[in-house]
């Protein structure tokens, strides 16, 4: 199957490096002109993945930033933001809003194209019917069934990004047993875990904000300083 990227954006130049690197992959690389026909293909289903190549400043400003929140809207496809912009600020915003991952555009383009295919990997077994016995993993009146990807806190739906849904589901189906930050990321992106600490702490604390009553105590997603974290 042709996995159907699109592309925004010339920023940094890597996407036209990745472009080199992902043919014969399977992998078809669909560049976009406009936001506005952007968020228009990803309404009909034109895509399996996108990458946003945008300009943010040191604080993470910028009208990409927007863009993120944006697409994010529209449904849970792998988004991968690709920038020049390399301070932890600016990562940070851009996993706020929405992105799945975030490279800087100095980043080797084998590397962006193993995290662009691992982001499409969960994507389609996420998307694949799932004909096996129903998966229910529960925590006290939190709630993940693996089999309808949905997950309850005292009976209310959350609705969580792909990614925020995988850390979460691992962490409840070993309930109790902790990961450390870089056992989740391997665990998750299926890659060497190297200077990942703000990507797992920025989803973690989504995931709080959405299932806890109050997120700076949390009943449910607990850190163990110096550990990583748990559930239950």
């Known amino acids: 199957m042709i996995q159907r990227i699109g592309v925004y954006g010339r920023e940094t130049g890597l ?11 399977q992998m078809e690389m669909i560049r976009v002109t406009s936001p506005e026909t952007l968020q228009n293909m990803i309404r009909e289903e034109k895509f399996h993945a996108v990458i946003l190549d945008i300009a943010l400043d040191e604080q993470g400003v910028g009208e990409g930033i927007q863009w993120i929140r944006s697409l994010r809207g529209l449904g849970g ?16 915003a ?13 980043e ?21 019917k799932d004909t096996e016995k129903s998966r229910v ?9 693996d089999t309808v990807r949905k997950v309850t806190v005292e009976g209310r739906e959350v609705k969580l990004t792909p990614t925020e849904y995988q850390i979460l589901k ?24 190297v200077g990942v600490d703000n990507t797992i702490a920025v ?15 949390p009943k449910y997603l607990k850190v163990i300083w110096g550990t990583g974290y748990k559930v239950g």
Request: proline share 4%.
């Open 170 to 193: 691992l962490l409840v189906k070993e309930r109790g047993r902790v990961y450390s930050i870089p056992q989740i990321y391997e665990e998750i992106w299926k890659m060497n875990a």
């Open 15 to 25: 996407t036209e490096q990745l472009e080199g690197f992902c043919r014969g992959e």
């Open 77 to 92: 496809l792998p988004l991968l933001v690709i920038s020049s912009q390399k301070s932890e600020r600016a990562k940070i």
């Open 203 to 217: 989803h973690v604390r989504h995931i709080r904000e959405k299932i806890e009553r109050n997120p700076r105590d």
């Open 108 to 128: 080797n383009p084998l590397v962006t194209k193993a995290r662009l295919k691992s982001q499409l990997r969960r994507f389609i077994q996420l998307s694949e």
């Open 137 to 145: 993993y529960s925590v006290d009146e939190l709630r993940v069934d």
């Open 94 to 106: 851009a996993l706020s809003m929405g992105a799945d991952d975030y490279m800087t555009g100095d």
